[in-house]
Structures are given as structure tokens and as C-alpha cells.
């Protein structure tokens, strides 16, 4: 099945594409999720709890850590985040923002999913075939 290239840019929900381009974002209120300084947390789900914490000013009481990322899981993860977009990884972007290459760094993985017929190397972009995108849960795995 081909998959149909949205025809006007601005269709795509920011959101998702801050997300996946690894910006960062703070969640305030309750429960609320936040990605600041390579670390992920969420805010406790307790609203007695946080309103009290925020009343006696101990903000911090309210944050949960759920993640600090090292370099390798934080590429790992805009491998996998940027495999969720149609236009894929741009080689590029990802040179300047780690310093490496993603087709030497993750070189093997590449190869067998391009055997498999799951991604391509299209000018700066490695992106997912057609196939790639009705298996596209095969194509992260590599980089979880």
C-alpha cells in the first residue's frame, strides 16, 4: 500500500514533532510529564499532596524522576522518534547535533533493515519504505 505525502506542510501535529525532534517541553499541574535537560518526569498524581507541596513552596516534591538520558539512549531515541516521520532521520541533523554519523554508528542495524526492505537512504534522510511503515514497530525495535 502506498502511503499518500500530506500535500501542505503545517498539517502535522506540533506536538508530536517537538516530541520526536527531542525538544524540550515542562508539564505543569498535575500529573503533568515534562522533558527538560535530557530527563523526563512527571508530576506526583496526588492533587492533596501536590497542593500542599505547592503552598509550603517544595516544588521539587512534586516531580518524579522517570528518566536521565546518557548520549547513547538519547541518539538511540532520535533514531526511533525520528523514524516516525515520513521525511525519517536527516543525516545531517544528526551529525550536528551528536557529533556521529548514524550510518556508521548504527551501521548493522541499518543494513539489515534495509535488506529487509523496512528503510532507505534517500539523499540526507534515512526513512521508512512502505513496508517499513505497515511493520514500522519492527524498524524501533533496533533502537530500543
Known amino acids: 500500500m502506498k502511503y499518500p505525502?500530506?500535500?501542505?506542510?503545517?498539517?502535522e501535529s506540533k506536538h508530536n514533532l517537538h516530541c520526536w525532534e527531542q525538544k524540550e517541553y515542562?508539564?505543569?499541574g498535575l500529573a503533568a510529564h515534562?522533558?527538560?535537560?535530557?530527563?523526563?518526569?512527571?508530576?506526583?498524581?496526588?492533587l492533596e499532596q501536590?497542593?500542599?507541596n505547592v503552598q509550603k513552596h517544595q516544588f521539587e516534591k512534586n516531580k518524579i524522576l522517570q528518566e536521565k538520558q546518557n548520549k547513547e539512549e538519547e541518539q538511540k531515541e532520535y533514531m526511533l522518534l525520528g523514524l516516525r516521520k515520513l521525511q525519517g532521520v536527516s543525516i545531517q541533523a544528526?551529525?550536528?547535533?551528536?557529533?556521529?554519523?548514524?550510518?556508521?554508528?548504527y551501521a548493522n542495524s541499518?543494513?539489515?533493515?534495509?535488506?529487509?526492505n523496512l528503510i532507505e537512504i534517500k539523499n540526507d534522510n534515512i526513512q521508512l519504505t512502505n513496508k517499513g511503515l505497515d511493520l514500522a514497530?519492527?524498524?524501533?525495535?533496533?533502537?530500543?
Open 94 to 105: 544528526f551529525q550536528k547535533k551528536f557529533g556521529n554519523n548514524p550510518l556508521e554508528l
Open 50 to 52: 501536590y497542593i500542599e
Open 110 to 116: 541499518l543494513e539489515k533493515l534495509q535488506k529487509e
Open 34 to 46: 515534562s522533558y527538560y535537560q535530557k530527563q523526563r518526569y512527571s508530576n506526583i498524581e496526588n
Open 137 to 144: 514497530n519492527l524498524v524501533w525495535e533496533e533502537f530500543v
Open 26 to 28: 515542562l508539564g505543569f
Open 5 to 11: 505525502i500530506l500535500p501542505n506542510r503545517g498539517w
